[in-house]
């Protein structure tokens, strides 16, 4: 069993709707979850941290953490074409270098 | 703003070939590391390096070495490259320590085919 479980995708929603984006793990020990946005042949940027249960927004991104189920999600608000993008979740133990990441969901914003 | 550049975007090799890819960032960073990143199969940690002169292995590291001679260099070598290898090939750094979550930024990625 995978660390982190992410479905891969792709997921195709027209501009202006909310967007949902799951994964699952199996670690009790995680503690800092993240999540990071992928443009296509460009490197994974840092979109949204969050160290405990509960809701954390930036803008129009929601991100939501559920220790008990072992269960995070990235919401996204009022989505735009340049959101097109793979978006992969990583979660971590506090001052551990290794990062489990999810294998990443394709995205894509129609105009 | 932290940059951590990749020695080339596109490579194209032939089996048996030694191969190095180069990452650099500026950020004086200790922790550097190497990812492959295949589709569904996410990015998997090949080495990562605590600071100058130390690796440790990650979760996928036959057929790889690394290398840390200086802190803003971390290289990594595919000793005798096979076509299993073929994989687009990411670094990334992070700051250590601290008391905060510090986050790792990644490079651009190169992608890596081997005939």
């Known amino acids: 069993q995978k660390e982190v479980e992410q479905d891969p995708g792709p997921l195709s929603v027209p501009e202006g709707a909310i967007v949902s984006l799951n994964c699952t793990y199996s670690?009790?020990?995680?503690?800092?979850f993240m999540w990071y946005r992928q443009y296509s042949r460009k490197g994974p940027e840092l979109l949204m941290y969050t160290y405990s249960s509960g809701n954390k927004e930036d803008g129009r991104f929601t991100a939501q953490v559920d220790k008990s189920s072992k269960y995070i999600s990235l919401f996204i608000r009022d989505s735009q074409p340049s959101d097109s993008a793979t978006y992969l979740c990583a979660m971590t133990i506090y001052n551990f270098n290794k990062f489990y990441f999810g294998s990443g969901t394709k995205l894509n914003v129609k105009p | 703003d932290v940059k951590v550049t990749q020695s080339s975007r596109y490579l194209v090799k032939r089996t048996g070939e030694k191969v190095f890819l180069e990452c650099v960032q500026d950020?004086?960073?200790?922790?550097m590391f190497w990812y492959r990143q295949d589709p569904g199969l996410g990015l998997r940690l090949i080495y990562f390096?605590?600071?100058?002169?130390?690796?440790e292995k990650g979760d996928i590291p036959e057929g790889y070495s690394v290398s840390r001679e200086k802190k803003e260099r971390f290289s990594l070598i595919l000793e005798s490259a096979s076509t299993n290898q073929t994989s687009m090939y990411l670094c990334?750094?992070?700051?250590?320590?601290?008391?905060?979550?510090?986050?790792?930024?990644f490079g651009p990625g190169t992608r890596l085919t081997v005939l």
């Open positions: 990334a750094s992070r700051l250590a320590g601290g008391s905060s979550y510090n986050e790792q930024f």
């Open positions: 950020m004086d960073h200790e922790n």
């Open positions: 670690n009790s020990a995680f503690q800092y």
């Open positions: 390096s605590y600071d100058v002169k130390m690796k």
